[in-house]
């Protein structure tokens, strides 16, 4: 995953696409989903719109509360 070269929305969307590893803990796994789940509400938040589109690097062009959760 290259910061400079992956939008906001792909970095999230990779993030998201990871599974927990295999013969995980039940509380681990737990926490495992429950971040996952705050990615999404965070990452895809509509005040994110703007700033999905730019690569990971780049300064955010919305700056807003949950940009800088």
Same mark, same amino acid.
């Given at each position: /995953?290259?910061? !400079?070269?992956?939008?906001?929305?792909?970095?999230?969307?990779?993030?998201?696409?990871?599974?927990?590893? !295999?013969?995980?803990?039940?509380?681990?796994? #737990?926490?495992?989903?429950?971040?996952?789940?705050?990615?999404?509400?965070?990452?895809?938040?509509? !005040? /994110?719109?703007?700033?999905?589109?730019?690569?990971?690097?780049?300064? !955010?062009?919305? #700056?807003? #509360?949950?940009?800088?959760?």
């Amino acid at each position: /995953m290259d910061p !400079a070269v992956l939008t906001r929305q792909e970095w999230t969307d990779t993030l998201l696409s990871w599974d927990c590893p !295999a013969g995980a803990d039940e509380s681990y796994a #737990k926490l495992w989903s429950d971040l996952l789940y705050l990615c999404d509400l965070l990452g895809n938040h509509p !005040a /994110m719109v703007e700033n999905n589109k730019q690569t990971y690097n780049t300064p !955010a062009t919305s #700056k807003n #509360k949950v940009y800088f959760m």
